[in-house]
């Protein structure tokens, strides 16, 4: 589904990543960790097609095409939803007709006739009960207003809403109460298929309690420096990054 | 340049899509401004000597005036002697009906979208359609007769209902009132007077649509709307002109009387030819508008969407005399390329216990200048008079300008006065948030641009906001981030 081949990117003349490598396959659950500054949300952003972010080495394939060739709304279209660790707010819009515009943007990418009000709000109603979120919080305008835990509800809400084939999860987890994690933890497991993958990008092994990863990879200084089994996640929890730092002789 | 400059220039650069020019025989005297001129225009509108009387004094009066250069505008210097003042589309002497208009007139407010014919037209909305110097057709004339409402072109007024122009005329905007203001005392040729008697609710939108047609020539029509007591109306106004590299001239006058109790409600779409990328061509929009609440309890209330026009220069204002009387400006105005704006309002507290209320959005793109300019004034005897103004800001590139130029004069101790303002940037992280979700830039704009205005277009009749939508979408150009 992605294969991302000795991948390098700058940021603002500065180089981040320095060579990753990672394949996914349908069904499965990747998380990928690591300390600050080791270039997990640049990962993330680069495969999203943020314009800050300049790929100057590598090749990534996406279900079977050139994701680097595509710009972030077809990569969208094309299946790949990020959940933003900073959901951004854009006052007076509303997330009705927000994600409406969004639903039908990806329905005419596949030739699909947009939904019609009713049909719309119908699918919100369902894919609401996902991830718990109230009406109080859909009817307001695009994340304004809302509370940390809210806003990543929010963003898993939407990830129910466009179903996507590649999900990236980056910090899900950062500014979740327990309740709330568990609660969006429960929606990303509903949302699983065999036919879709995800990458929980986390500084924390506690998401993956809820989360269970196929593969657990570190990042460290803009490579994956370790990859293994869930196992490897409760190891770093015990040992900590410097562990790692200290296995490639820093 | 990046990919989303790219496709954001793209897409705002697509044409200005009223630019044409309709090919009709036009009766057009020579350019040139003098009394003989001023007679002539009379002449034609066959208008009665307190008329001509009327355009006399004001046009003595311009001539010891000079133009308003207070404004954050960079106004190149007007010719008003290479301006033709009266231009109208040729048509057979009298109308009796519809099937008697030209048929090249019909098909050009068919293509603005604005159908003459009655039952073709979307139902709730009598049009005033106003071409050069003269009204072309006001629908639903009888409809509205029947309820007492008159509604029809300032010239009929004046042959048909001498008493009533005469009593209002120059009320709200005395001829001497401002430089524009006489001008367009001394040469208006028509626009739409409305009255809504006593009692009355209004039952459907008016509305007057201004095309300019004619090259080389001004245009500058009067609006004078009476509402009586009690009564109530929604009036709409929009305004598009052909693309020419000159720079034309509009000078327009609007007066509204409230009397008591009485509620009217003013939109504007105005969408002038802006000029071309680099700033050639375009009309230079000098208005005035201004409504009395004369009567205890009433309210006029004025909403805008201006995205058109060179130049903008315009305060729609509400005088308040009438004890618990209200005024209310609700306005969105966009400028990108060389645009240059400077609009506002005048709020002038009279009465007692007077509200009144100001929204202003601005969004400035390219490099254009967007300003707000307002005051708010309260008089000595106004005792508890309140005010609440909002002035936002939106920035898009780094090469326009926005500016608040608020004014205050408060005479009273027990006003409470409120202003907050803030200046904002679409932020690149919105756009690619949209992105990331299916939605293009050029939509992202749009959608975010529409949202910070939306507390504004609310407050358009439902049709208007639709469009002025789409034009909000259209005009954008530029560079974001």
């Known amino acids: ?220 200084n803009g490579k994956i420096v370790k990859s293994a089994g869930k196992e490897l996640a409760y190891e770093l929890e015990e040992k900590g990054y410097d562990w790692i730092k200290k296995e490639l002789g820093e | 340049m990046t990919e989303q400059d790219k496709l954001l220039e793209q897409v705002t650069n697509e044409d200005y899509k009223f630019g044409f020019v309709t090919d009709i025989e036009t009766d057009i005297i020579d350019i040139g401004l003098n009394e003989d001129v001023v007679r002539l225009i009379s002449l034609k509108k066959e208008e009665p000597e307190w008329m001509l009387d009327f355009r006399l004094k004001a046009y003595r009066k311009w001539l010891e005036m000079k133009a308003p250069d207070w404004a954050y505008l960079k106004v190149p210097p007007i010719d008003y002697q290479s301006i033709s003042y009266y231009a109208a589309p040729k048509q057979k002497k009298k109308l009796n009906s519809l099937d008697e208009v030209d048929q090249e007139l019909l098909d050009t407010f068919n293509k603005l979208g604005i159908p003459l014919e009655e039952q073709k037209h979307l139902a709730g909305v009598a049009v005033d359609a106003v071409m050069d110097s003269v009204s072309v057709k006001t629908t639903f004339k009888e409809v509205l007769a029947e309820k007492g409402i008159i509604f029809c072109s300032f010239s009929e007024a004046v042959r048909e209902f001498p008493d009533l122009v005469k009593k209002y005329l120059g009320n709200a905007v005395p001829y001497a009132d401002n430089y524009f203001a006489a001008l367009n005392s001394a040469v208006f040729s028509d626009g739409s007077f409305c009255y809504i008697p006593k009692g009355v609710r209004c039952p459907m939108e008016l509305s007057t649509y201004f095309r300019i047609n004619a090259a080389n020539t001004g245009q500058f029509e009067r609006t004078l709307i009476v509402a009586d007591d009690d009564s109530y109306v929604s009036y709409l106004e929009g305004c598009t002109a052909p693309m020419r590299d000159e720079n034309q001239l509009h000078a327009a006058v609007v007066e509204i009387i409230a009397m008591e109790r009485a509620e009217v409600k003013y939109s504007t779409v105005q969408n002038w030819y802006p000029g071309d990328k680099n700033g050639k061509g375009g009309i230079y929009n000098f208005v005035t508008k201004r409504g009395i609440c004369r009567g205890d309890y009433s309210k006029i209330s004025w909403t805008q969407v201006e995205t058109g026009s060179a130049i903008t220069w315009k305060y729609p204002s509400c005088v308040l005399m009438g004890d618990h009387s209200k005024g209310e400006f609700y306005s969105v105005a966009l400028t990108n390329h060389h645009q240059q704006a400077d609009t506002g309002t005048k709020m002038i507290h009279i009465g007692k216990n007077t509200k009144s209320l100001i929204v202003s959005k601005g969004i400035s793109a390219g490099v254009s200048n967007n300003s707000y300019r307002g005051l708010v004034k309260v008089s000595k005897r106004a005792d508890n008079a309140r005010n609440f103004s909002q002035c936002d800001s939106l920035l898009m590139g780094s090469k326009c300008g926005a500016h608040t130029f608020p004014y205050i004069e408060c005479a009273n101790k027990s006003a409470i006065l409120e202003h907050e303002a803030t200046t904002s940037k679409i932020s690149e992280d919105q756009i690619f948030y949209c992105n990331q979700r299916g939605i293009d830039t050029e939509d992202a704009v749009a959608m975010i641009v529409n949202g910070y205005a939306k507390e504004v277009l609310n407050k358009l009749p439902m049709e208007f906001a639709v469009e002025a939508q789409k034009l909000l979408a259209l005009s954008l150009e530029g560079s974001v981030g």
């Open chain 1, 1 to 220: 589904m992605l294969s991302i081949k000795n991948l390098h990117a700058v940021v603002e003349g500065k180089e981040i990543l320095k060579g990753i490598n990672l394949e996914i396959k349908p069904g499965e659950i990747h998380a990928i960790m690591g300390p600050n500054g080791s270039g997990k949300s640049t990962l993330a952003n680069v495969l999203a097609g943020h314009e800050k972010y300049e790929v100057t080495e590598g090749e990534i394939t996406f279900m079977g095409e050139n994701l680097l060739d595509q710009a972030a709304e077809d990569r969208a279209r094309n299946g790949l939803f990020l959940s933003f660790q900073y959901p951004i707010e854009i006052p007076g819009v509303s997330m009705v007709n927000f994600l409406k515009t969004a639903v039908n943007e990806h329905r005419k990418h596949k030739g699909l006739d947009p939904l019609t009000a009713s049909q719309f709000l119908k699918l919100m109603e369902e894919k609401k009960k996902v991830v718990e979120i109230s009406s109080q919080l859909t009817n307001r305008s695009v994340n304004e207003g809302f509370s940390g835990g809210e806003k990543k509800r929010n963003e898993i809400f939407q990830m129910a809403m466009l179903e996507p084939r590649l999900s990236i999860l980056d910090e899900t987890d950062s500014g979740l109460d327990i309740d709330a994690l568990r609660v969006v933890a429960n929606g990303v497991n509903a949302l699983k298929r065999d036919d879709n993958a995800t990458i929980v990008v986390t500084h924390y092994q506690r998401l993956l309690d809820y989360i269970i990863p196929d593969h657990v990879h570190v990042m460290y």
